[in-house]
């Protein structure tokens, strides 16, 4: 099993009495999927960046998921289909580091350089113009 944030935008239309019922259907999803929604943070109604669907807020909402892939992809695909979700965005947060940590014993620092004497890059008097 793998570990997922999914952040969704519900739209703000959505009466605030429909948002746990929302939440609850997609979170069966995970947990038939023998996955578990480790937590659901209802964010509230926010400004959004710029407009979505001519709308300038929404109601954010993130799940914390221990499930298959194939699990968060389904509920993220039912989420795309569903009209009272705005936006959806799955992270995987158990991803392993790309490179090892640099010790700073291994750290090499060059020597202080002059960039006006590097490679004729510094200012010419006038007597050096012809």
Avoid: C, W
Avoid at 34 to 63: C, E, H, Q, S, W
Avoid at 76 to 84: A, N, P, V, Y
Wanted: hydrophobic fraction near 30%.
């Amino acid at each position: 099993m793998r570990q997922y944030e999914v952040m969704a935008i519900i739209d703000p239309d959505v009466d605030e009495r429909q948002i746990q019922p929302i939440i609850d259907k997609y979170s069966k999803v995970i947990t038939d999927a023998k996955g578990t929604v480790d937590a659901t943070d209802i964010m509230g109604r926010r400004r959004l960046a710029y407009p979505i669907n001519k709308k300038t807020d929404g109601i954010y909402v993130v799940f914390n998921i221990s499930s298959e892939p194939a699990a968060v992809a389904e509920m993220d695909r039912l989420m795309t289909i569903d009209e009272q979700f705005m936006r959806t965005k799955v992270m995987r947060t158990d991803t392993k580091k790309v490179r090892p940590e640099i010790s700073a014993d291994r750290i090499e620092v060059p020597p202080e350089r002059d960039p006006r004497t590097e490679r004729g890059g510094g200012r010419r008097s006038r007597d050096d113009r012809r």
